[in-house]
């Protein structure tokens, strides 16, 4: 069964440095996702992406964040400048309009940890 | 601005027991859909269910199955036979068409021997 992929599972850095943080979505969807999940908290949205740009952002997608589809398959978020704050579990998803439309699914989270 | 309320910070139920779990969303559209997501410990988030709102029969998946009212603007999930493997946190969250999915804060639902 089809599935999206993160990498990497688990990412510690620095505060101010740069983070990159890889997805592989679901290989016929068309729909991409961005949510984050600050330990014990509810998952919350940041950025959706359709026809190679951004659909839909949160107020908390600020300048620091940016999203790329550099080829046919990834899906990448970048945090410029870490902050203590951005330290969450990030989930990419992935959606079709044509099987069970806006269905996301979502993959198994990178851990981001910033000292 | 849509808004996803479920009520039970926690639950516990017996194996093999059904349980109810609760959500409640505020909304101004007319189509949209809802949905059910597990997340256990490793974190996953595991989609359970999902509801379309034009749609007046309740969804139903295996021993998962949903009590939806439209003009109650309620959602919510019943478990029956439960398993050890259910203990998790359980997410309702709400969606418009091609849209992000607005999340309500999680009940988390332990299942007891």
């Known amino acids: 069964e089809p599935e999206v992929t993160q990498t990497p599972s688990h990412q510690v850095t620095q505060m101010g440095q740069e983070v990159i943080l890889r997805c592989v979505p679901i290989?016929?969807?068309?729909?991409f996702y961005w949510y984050r999940q600050i330990l014990g908290q509810k998952v919350e949205f940041l950025v959706s992406f359709y026809n190679n740009e951004i659909s839909e952002k949160s107020e908390i997608f600020d300048d620091q964040f940016s999203v790329e589809r550099p080829d046919g398959s990834n899906f990448t978020l970048k945090i410029r400048s870490t902050k203590l704050e951005d330290s969450a579990m990030y989930f990419c998803?992935?959606?079709?309009?044509?099987?069970?439309?806006?269905?996301?699914?979502f993959g198994p989270g990178t851990r981001l940890t910033v000292l | 601005a849509q808004t996803v309320t479920q009520s039970q910070p926690e639950m516990s139920v017996q194996e093999a027991e059904t349980v109810t779990l609760s959500c409640t969303y505020d909304t101004s559209e007319n189509n949209y859909y809802l949905f059910w997501y597990k997340q256990p410990p490793s974190r996953q988030m595991i989609l359970v269910i999902r509801?379309?709102?034009?749609?007046?029969q309740n969804a139903t998946e295996n021993r998962f199955s949903v009590n939806f009212q439209k003009a109650a603007k309620s959602f919510s999930l019943k478990i029956s036979d439960s398993q050890l493997g259910d203990t998790a946190m359980y997410f309702c969250a709400f969606q418009v068409t091609a849209s992000k999915l607005t999340f309500g804060t999680g009940t988390r639902l332990q299942v007891t021997l």
């Open positions: 998803a992935s959606s079709s309009d044509l099987v069970i439309p806006d269905t996301q699914y």
């Open positions: 509801q379309e709102a034009y749609k007046q």
């Open positions: 290989s016929n969807h068309l729909y």
